[in-house]
């Protein structure tokens, strides 16, 4: 790694605890939250997202409070630095994400120090790099979680149709009712993106929500209610 991508890694660990304040005072203003978060650091931790489709989606998180929290897909950090904020005091969260994953293509090691840094005071935060599809990561993701229920639930890894409704028929059992499934790229189908194939499949029976700025296009948030 050359040595302006060291010294921003390096900032990026320190300077965590200005963020960590900043986005303290905003838990009630998501914009304004999300704008601290992706223009941190020179947009180090900004995830792949359209921010007027994430901002009702924080709305849905803070209001839910959870708990436990289940990511499956991390990359830049963003987002599950976006969950740390608004999840209870002493939650636990769980990130998997799949080193050289096709989709967003995982984060390196060196990014590990910085993603624990995260978590508050009394929260318990596990980084798992790994193949959500294994069945020893969902074995793990169990124990992590002390077998309790997931509260919310944010599916952003594999993007085929096969990929993810093997994430879907793995992690939403763990989901409690009334808790929150979510999926990343649910506008259109694109490429080997096959989300929103999958999301029209599923949507029908189960209630649900959409935040979509461009639809037909790229990104576009859906939400289970469980």
Request: proline share 6%.
């Amino acid at each position: 790694m050359g040595l302006s991508r060291t010294l921003l890694y390096v900032k990026a660990y320190r300077n965590l605890p200005d963020l960590d304040r900043r986005t303290a005072a905003l838990a009630g203003r998501p914009r304004d939250m999300i704008a601290e978060t992706f223009q941190y650091c020179d947009t180090f931790l900004s995830p792949i997202q359209e921010i007027s489709e994430l901002v009702p989606l924080l709305e849905e998180v803070k209001a839910l409070q959870p708990q436990t929290v289940l990511e499956i897909g991390t990359h830049r950090g963003g987002t599950l630095y976006l969950w740390t904020r608004l999840a209870q005091p002493d939650a636990t969260l769980v990130s998997i994400d799949l080193p050289g994953g096709k989709f967003g293509g995982g984060y390196s090691a060196f990014r590990i120090p910085i993603y624990r840094r995260f978590a508050r005071d009394r929260q318990q935060l596990h980084l798992l790099r790994a193949d959500s599809h294994a069945p020893a990561t969902l074995a793990e993701t169990r124990r992590l979680f002390s077998n309790r229920p997931i509260d919310f639930l944010f599916i952003d890894g594999d993007h085929t149709f096969d990929g993810v409704q093997q994430d879907w028929q793995m992690y939403s059992p763990l989901v409690r009712p009334g808790g929150l499934i979510v999926f990343h790229d649910i506008a259109g189908d694109y490429a080997d993106t096959h989300v929103k194939s999958f999301w029209d499949s599923l949507k029908p029976n189960h209630t649900h929500r959409e935040y979509i700025a461009n639809p037909g296009g790229k990104f576009g948030i859906g939400v289970i209610q469980k």
